[in-house]
């Protein structure tokens, strides 16, 4: 995280006994003034997670049913399920969310459509021309969800948030969150950018504090230190070409990535198939993502670390792929 988040984690925590602000006012004018965006149109929530989780209770329910691509964020099945909705799964083309599929599965009883961009846990994304046209042959009385949890990484100019769909339309939202470029994961903070109507709606069903005020006082300071998420920007960019220029040289293939991971594919044979390399880095002190519950059981997801870290997981893999 940012030393400024830090010191003003640190300082918030020294009036524990205090509740927090209920609306997270500094937060969400803070929010609004970094990224252009209306504060009274921001919902803060304890991740992004919970924005995704609010939404699906409050448009979705028994006999309906969301839609996400293939391999999208889980978050969005459980989140249906938990409010007795069904989730359906779009093909994808190339690991890539494909619109025309999606389009195809929405019915009377869609109620919400996910789309993760870029996407976890492949990486890869859909260009503001595809998102809007996802949007412009949506009945209005389907909510379209861009979960945007990576776009501090993106630097397509093809690309776009959402921030743009959500001004122009009333059933568009974009989620964000603090987890990633800005590293306070452990804090659980994120935020929705909605049309008036879906942020009231959000306002009436979220818990009254649900952002604490140290987490609320980290992102202000953290939003307030630009230069370290474009110097997180810049060492991403660099550690993760450097890693898929590794696979690339040890024959593994992956999935070019626009996020702060790669999506790797491993053989299928004993000793250095995904399960196996899984348990051998975690043996070699470097912990990587199993994918099986995304229906990718050929593949780890890797995220860019520390540049120590990184060095340590090529030294680990060439020992089982060198072509030395």
């Known amino acids: ?8 984690h640190d300082e918030a925590a020294a009036s524990l006994h205090l509740y927090p602000d ?7 004018e803070k929010i609004a003034e970094t990224y252009g965006l209306e504060a ?12 995704l989780q609010l939404l699906t209770k409050a448009y979705a329910g028994e006999g309906d049913n969301i839609i996400q691509s293939d391999h999208g964020f889980l978050v969005y099945k459980l989140a249906a399920f938990s409010c007795g909705a069904e989730a359906h799964f779009a ?16 019915d009377d009883r869609t109620k919400i459509v996910f789309l993760a961009n870029p996407n976890n846990p492949t990486g890869t994304y859909l260009p503001e021309a595809e998102v809007r046209r996802l949007r412009e042959a949506l009945p209005d009385d389907v909510l379209l969800v861009i979960d945007a949890a990576y776009a501090e990484y993106m630097e397509a100019l093809d ?10 339309f009333e059933n568009v939202v974009m989620t964000r969150t603090f987890s990633k470029i800005y590293g306070l994961a452990a804090l659980r903070l994120g935020w929705g950018y909605c049309p008036p109507a879906v ?7 979220r818990g009254p504090f649900n952002v604490t005020a140290p987490a ?6 953290a939003l307030d230190d630009q230069a370290f998420v474009e110097r997180n920007r ?7 070409d450097l890693l898929q220029q590794q696979f690339g040289g040890m024959g593994l293939d992956y999935i070019p990535s626009y996020g702060n991971f790669i999506l790797v594919r491993f053989p299928n044979e004993p000793g250095r198939n995904a399960d196996d390399i899984l348990s051998y880095l975690k043996e070699g002190g470097v912990i990587v993502r199993e994918m099986y519950p995304y229906k990718l059981d050929d593949y780890l997801r890797v995220t860019i670390g520390t540049r120590e870290a990184n060095r340590k997981l090529i030294e680990l893999l060439k020992e089982k792929f060198s072509r030395d």
């Open 1 to 8: 995280m940012s030393d400024k988040a830090r010191a003003a």
């Open 22 to 28: 209920g609306g997270a006012s500094a937060l969400r």
């Open 40 to 51: 009274e149109r921001i919902v803060c929530g304890a991740g992004s997670d919970e924005i």
């Open 91 to 106: 093909p994808e083309k190339n690991l890539t969310a494909d619109i025309d599929e999606m389009l195809k599965l929405v």
């Open 159 to 168: 690309y776009s948030a959402g921030e743009r769909l959500v001004n122009e």
């Open 199 to 205: 942020a009231d709606v959000l306002n009436r069903i």
């Open 216 to 221: 609320q006082a980290a992102g202000v300071a």
């Open 234 to 240: 810049s060492h991403n960019r660099e550690e993760r």
